[in-house]
C-alpha cells in the first residue's frame, strides 16, 4: 500500500524543543490560522479560540509555569482555549440570557474542541517542515494563565503550542503496541500488564540508552509508577479554577 506524504509525515511526528532562531513566515503563520479555521467543531458553535503570544514577557512566564525554559524560547507559541465568552455574548445581544453556556455539556465540547484544532495545526505545521511542541504543562498552574493571558469568563486554557523551524533531530520514540490500546466492541483486560509490555519496557530502555548515554536508563512501567507518585497541588484545584472562570459543572 503507498502512503501519501500526510500519513508519512504523522508516522514521523516527533517533538522538538530547540528551533532555529528563525520566524514563521507571515503567509505560513496565516495559512495555519485558516487551517485551525476550518477544524471540525462541535454542533458548529467554533467554541474555541488561540492566544498567539508574541509578548517576550508573557512567553517568559509561561514558561516558568510549564517549567520548561525552552518554551521562553519557541518562535510562536499559540495557547488553545475554551472560549464560550464569545457565544454568551451573542446570545445576550439577541436577548437571551439562559445560563447554560456555563454547563457541563458546553465546557467539555469546547474544551474538546481546542484539542482537536491543536492537533489540526500541528498535521499542517509538519507537513510543511515544521517542527512543534506540545506544552500541557500551562495546567500546572491554570490559573496564573487567566491571569497572564487576561482570560474573561468562560474561558480556560486548554494547551499550548510552540511552533518554529527544527533545530535538533530527535530519534523517533517508541510507543507501545496497539493490540493494548485498540479493543473491538469491548475493553480488553490483560491478566498481567507486565508481561504484556515486556518487550516495549526493553525497547524504552534501549531508546533512552541510545539518547543519553551513561545516564541512568528507563522503562516505561518504571515511569508509570514516578508519573502516578508525582504531585501537583496546582493541577489537583484545576476544577476550582474552570469555576472561577465562571464555570458550573453542576448545572443540568
Not at 476550518?38 to 517549567?67: F, Y
Not at 482537536?116 to 495546567?139: D, F, H, K, P, R
Not at 469491548?186 to 519496557?201: A, G, M
Amino acid at each position: 500500500m503507498d502512503i501519501n506524504e500526510t500519513i508519512r509525515t504523522q508516522l514521523a511526528h516527533r517533538t522538538i524543543r530547540e528551533f532555529k532562531d528563525q520566524k514563521i513566515p507571515r503567509e505560513i503563520f496565516e495559512l495555519l490560522m485558516e487551517v485551525a479555521r476550518r477544524t471540525a467543531t462541535s454542533t458548529g458553535m467554533q467554541a474555541c479560540s488561540i492566544i498567539h503570544v508574541t509578548d517576550p514577557e508573557i512567553k517568559s512566564r509561561i514558561a516558568e509555569v510549564c517549567k520548561q525554559e525552552y518554551g521562553a524560547r519557541v518562535p510562536e507559541l499559540l495557547i488553545f482555549i475554551v472560549d464560550q465568552y464569545r457565544n454568551d455574548q451573542i446570545a445576550k445581544e439577541k436577548g437571551c440570557f439562559v445560563e447554560t453556556a456555563r454547563d457541563m455539556d458546553r465546557f467539555f465540547a469546547a474544551f474538546t474542541d481546542a484539542c482537536i484544532m491543536a492537533q489540526n495545526v500541528v498535521i499542517a505545521a509538519e507537513s510543511m517542515g515544521l517542527g512543534t511542541v506540545y506544552l500541557g504543562s500551562i495546567l500546572n498552574d491554570s490559573e496564573k494563565i487567566c491571569e497572564l493571558l487576561k482570560l474573561p469568563e468562560l474561558t480556560f486554557p486548554v494547551i499550548g503550542l510552540g511552533l518554529g523551524y527544527p533545530n535538533q533531530n530527535p530519534q523517533l520514540k517508541p510507543r507501545m503496541e496497539m493490540r493494548l490500546r485498540v479493543f473491538e466492541n469491548t475493553y480488553t483486560v490483560f491478566e498481567n500488564y507486565l508481561d504484556e509490555i515486556k518487550e516495549y519496557d526493553e525497547e524504552m530502555r534501549t531508546y533512552y540508552d541510545l539518547r543519553e548515554p551513561g545516564r541512568p536508563v528507563d522503562s516505561f512501567s518504571n515511569q508509570v509508577v514516578v508519573r502516578l507518585k508525582q504531585y501537583n497541588p496546582k493541577r489537583q484545584e484545576i476544577l476550582n479554577v474552570i469555576r472561577k472562570q465562571g464555570f458550573d459543572l453542576m448545572i443540568k
